[in-house]
């Protein structure tokens, strides 16, 4: 689903709410500094009714946040590492993150940390809230990916993945489990940085019980300046054909993206609601988008 942004970032995560996405982007807009609501639009006759789609910049990160019912639920299997630059910045974001929340690993002092706590908020969404010290903090907010379940011990293969199938990519630090961390396996990824299209995410392993996985509620959207980057991002990343639909796809470890032509956002955001209204149809019944066809029902050139 488009975003209406101005795209200066190739590639932006998507939060997937029942109904609660308004207010969602209202209350992490005023909890996170440097932080607005861009645009705010409504897509109508979705297969989930009339959705509401949001755009935010938080601490300078965009999102996407919509409300197309109760399909997905927001789990910690992506979560949100925020980097803070004193311990009083941690302790103002997790007294607001946590008020009807549930801490994951509660605030404290920890050995990679002394300052740190893992919530999931009221809405489901889960982050890591980390007093930095005197590390450098290149992006303030990462998407952190954990590798449980079936993928748990994957997480080193996706990042080699994800590097290959973007051009602008860099597989960074690694940290590895040691001897006597089990029930992690040795070797396995503790942490490890990629950086795609200038943008930083970190994955992890756990073979801890989790009763939760990788699903659609959080997707990472791709914006593309052309079909034959739709057609290579898509081709490469596709691994679940029966979770192809309206430029969402699953990959081989389960994430969910969405791959979507800077077009559709164009077309979105036109005054001319017919001419949305056409363009939605269209995109409603495709599984890779097709900017051609895009265009022509944009044009009404049947």
């Not at 197309?68 to 925020?82: M, R």
């Not at 290149?138 to 080193?156: C, H, N, R, W, Y």
């Not at 293969?157 to 051009?167: E, P, R, T």
């Amino acid at each position: 689903m488009a975003n209406g942004s101005s795209h200066m970032q190739k590639i932006t995560t998507n939060l997937w709410f029942d109904t609660q996405a308004k207010e969602a982007a209202e209350f992490y807009t005023s909890t996170f500094s440097d932080s607005k609501i861009i645009n705010s639009s409504i897509i109508h006759g979705s297969p989930s009714g009339d959705v509401d789609i949001l755009t935010v910049e938080l601490m300078g990160r965009e999102f996407t946040l919509i409300s197309a019912g109760p399909l997905f639920k927001l789990n910690p299997s992506i979560s949100f590492l925020v980097g803070c630059r004193t311990k009083e910045e941690v302790d103002e974001l997790w007294q607001s993150l946590s008020a009807g929340g549930t801490a994951l690993m509660e605030l404290g002092s920890y050995p990679f940390s002394e300052r740190y706590g893992w919530i999931q908020d009221r809405y489901g969404v889960s982050w890591q809230i980390m007093f930095m010290g005197d590390r450098e903090i290149l992006q303030s907010i990462i998407p952190t990916l954990m590798f449980v379940g079936d993928v748990s011990g994957k997480a080193e293969g996706a990042v080699n993945f994800y590097a290959s199938v973007f051009n602008d990519a860099k597989v960074g630090d690694i940290m590895r489990y040691e001897k006597g961390d089990e029930p992690e396996e040795e070797g396995t990824i503790k942490h490890a940085r990629v950086v795609l299209e200038g943008q930083e995410f970190a994955a992890m392993d756990s073979a801890r019980m989790h009763d939760f996985a990788f699903n659609e509620a959080i997707s990472l959207v791709v914006s593309c300046d052309s079909q034959a980057e739709v057609d290579h991002h898509w081709d490469l990343l596709s691994a679940v054909s029966e979770s192809e639909q309206c430029g969402w796809l699953k990959d081989k470890y389960g994430v969910s993206w969405q791959i979507v032509p800077n077009a559709l956002d164009r077309m979105m955001a036109d005054e001319d609601q017919e001419k949305v209204a056409r363009v939605t149809e269209a995109f409603l019944k495709m599984k890779k988008l097709d900017i051609a066809e895009l265009e022509a029902a944009y044009a009404n050139d049947k």
